[in-house]
Every structure is written in C-alpha cells, then in structure tokens.
C-alpha cells in the first residue's frame, strides 16, 4: 500500500506546468499569477500630505513660529505655484503632493484661520509629521509580487496599483467529471428508501469552482461496465479526470478495470489514509491525468483536498499546497498506522477544535469545519496544544 507521503511525492515528480496565457485584470479573481510583478515607481510616488492641515518648514517650527502667513490651497493632483519662505504655509489636502521645502503639517483641527493667517499649535510634532515620504512603502524597481499567487481582491487592488491591466496566469485545465452509483440520484429527484442523492457531484463542482474551473463534461454513471466505459472513453479527451466512487474492491467498482482497459497507467491504487483508501491515480499516456476517488463524502473532500489540489497547486508553480501548523486544542489518538485527516475548526485562539463524526459517510462531518487536520502515519496520540498540519478549506 502507498503511503502518504508516497503517494504526494509521486503527484509531484509528474505533475507537468501548466501552459500560461494572458487575461484582462477584471478578469484575474481567483486565477493564480505566473509572473513576478515590480514596483513601477516609487510609492508613495511623491511626499504625500497624510491629512488636511498647514504644510510648514520644521526649521520655522523650531524657531517658535506659530503665526503663518497661507500662500495658497494645494489640492491633489495639483503643484505649488509660489514657493514657501520662512513664516509661510500652505493650506494643504489630504493625498496632495507637498512641496519643498515644507517637511511637516499640521491638522487642520490644531489650527485657527483667519483671514490669509493661521495660528498653529500642537506636541510632539516630529519631521516630516503627518506626511507620508517618498518611496517609504516601496522603492521602483523592488518584487512586490513574488508568483505563483492566487489572485485575491488585495492582490488585485496591488496590480491597478502599478498599471498591471494584462497577466500572465496559468491556464485553468479542462476537467471533466463523473460520478457513479446505482443509489445515486439526481439531488432534485425523488429519493426512494435506499437511494441516496449526489450530494458529491455538487461539492466537486463548488470545489473545482474555487479554482474558476468549470467541467467541460460531468456525467453521472451507473454501475455497467459497458456504460463506464463509453463515457470515461469520452472523459479521457480532457486534461484531468475526476472520478468518484466504484474504486474500491467490490464486485461494482469497475472503475480500476475500466482504466486500465482505456490505456491508463496507474500510478497508485490504495494509499494509507482514513479516510480516503481506496483511491487510485493515474495517467493516459499523452493524456488525462486520472484521480479517481473514494464515494463516501468525507472521503471525497479529504482526497481532493489533499491529493487533487496538491496536483493542481504543482501544476500552478508551487512546490506544495498551502498548509499552517496550529495547535490542537485536545488530545487525539488513534489505533490504526494510516495517515488520518479529520475535520477540524479553527477557534477564536488560533487553535484547532476538533469535530465529532461518524465516519467517511457522515453528511454532518464538515458543515462547521474550516479545514482538516492531520495525525501522521507514526503518530498514535496528538497531545493538547501540539501542533497539527492544517488544511483550511478555502487558503
């Protein structure tokens, strides 16, 4: 049986790069980043009047100059037409560009205008006080974004910043999906006594939609071979395959059989995880790559989340999947040697709580979850505050 660590490394060693292509920034949520992105000027791009006040001189300051004669209102995007001398200020907003030799302002709640004249006071007044100086977030030329990275909103946000209207990002593959089950039906249909609904084509759907990718052919089978093999012979034709449920050892699981009849190689079948064992994984030579997961729901997301994103994360550039270290808030134990992912929710504290379930068919297992913890294959008890590797749901 393959381990975990196995079985990841295996994904690893021939999961291929994705192709890059370029997209409109409005386009960008969600897509990850395939290129290093620089500052194209200094930020601030100018010393920057960090609210409305007095722009003044800290050499009159010093002097005990309190009275300022105001040359003029500077507001944003507009540059000073006379130049300050000693006794003089500017008026000044927020955003404004403030010129030299002014290096400090005053608010204009420490001030009181009369007439072309402002008395000014104030403590603690430091050089260049509420101005935000040239370059102190950033100097031109400096990595702001190091890729791959998914695109967030603060991401994007930086990428208007410096005038990255057009990205380059990885391609999103095509996918296709199939779920299988005589006991499957549709989730709007009406359910008989020992039939169940595809409750896991819905969450590999909103799974695969976190990466803004859409199946480009999603079938449900029953449990014939012959249909198997007619609609995964169709799936094939995409870049990855997810399969889901007819993969264990019974005498419907067709899945392992029909894969390899199609020309799939596989690269493992069975790992040492709970749940998750009966997944297999593979590849049609100059073709799909194949993950085929267990049926059960809490075993689906666990090897998706574990195994299929790890897939897609090395196929984006990364050298693994997101993951933090975080205390768990109990003691965990075990009897069994596999890996074991269980459901976990990140408290108030930062610590992991852990969830009750009733094993990988337990429909109730994830809904207040945030991600999954793991106890490593060696490890048969996590004591109180250890740390865990955590897998939040949506990094």
């Known amino acids: 049986m393959t381990s975990v660590t196995q079985a990841l490394a295996i994904i690893s060693a021939n999961a291929r790069p994705f192709k890059k292509e370029q997209i409109r920034l409005e386009d960008a949520m969600g897509r990850m980043l395939a290129e290093n992105i620089y500052a194209d000027r200094d930020y601030p791009p100018f010393n920057r009047a960090a609210m409305d006040g007095y722009a003044i001189m800290q050499s009159d300051w010093e002097q005990g100059i309190r009275e300022y004669l105001v040359l003029e209102v500077i507001f944003t995007a507009q540059c000073a037409r006379q ?103 549709s989730a709007d249909a009406a359910v008989g006594a020992y039939q169940i609904r595809n409750s896991n084509q819905y969450l590999l759907l909103a799974l695969l939609q976190q990466w803004n990718i859409v199946p480009v052919f999603c079938a449900h089978v029953k449990d014939r071979q012959s249909t198997l093999t007619d609609q995964l012979a169709e799936a094939l034709k995409a870049d990855l395959v997810i399969i889901n449920g007819a993969v264990s050892g019974g005498d419907a699981d067709f899945v392992p059989v029909v894969l390899a009849d199609l020309g799939v190689d596989t690269w493992f079948h069975q790992v040492g995880i709970r749940p998750g064992k009966p997944l297999l994984v593979g590849k049609k030579p ?27 994360y090395r196929c984006c550039g990364f050298e693994e999947q997101p993951f933090q270290s975080l205390p768990l808030s109990a003691v965990k134990t075990k009897k069994h040697s596999f890996t074991e992912y269980f459901p976990v929710y990140r408290g108030s504290s930062g610590s992991l709580n852990q969830l009750p379930n009733n094993g990988s068919g337990d429909v109730l297992a994830v809904v207040k979850a945030s991600g999954l913890a793991m106890q490593a294959a060696g490890s048969f008890e996590i004591h109180r505050h250890d740390l865990t590797t955590y897998y939040p749901f949506n990094p």
């Open 83 to 185: 130049t300050l001398v000693s006794g003089s200020c500017y008026k000044i907003m927020t955003g404004a560009a403030t010129p030299e030799p002014a290096d400090m302002i005053i608010k204009i709640e420490d001030a009181m205008e009369s007439g072309d004249r402002v008395l000014l006071h104030g403590d603690h007044i430091k050089p260049y006080y509420n101005i935000a100086r040239q370059g102190e977030d950033c100097k031109k030329g400096v990595l702001l974004i190091n890729a791959p990275v998914k695109c967030t909103p603060q991401i994007i946000s930086l990428l208007a910043t410096v005038g990255k209207v057009k990205l380059q990002v990885y391609q999103l593959p095509k996918v296709a999906l199939i779920t299988t089950g005589d006991e499957v039906v």
């Open 286 to 312: 100059g073709g799909a790559v194949v993950f085929a997961l267990p049926g059960n729901p809490l075993s689906c997301l666990t090897t998706f989340q574990v195994f299929v994103e790890h897939y897609l």
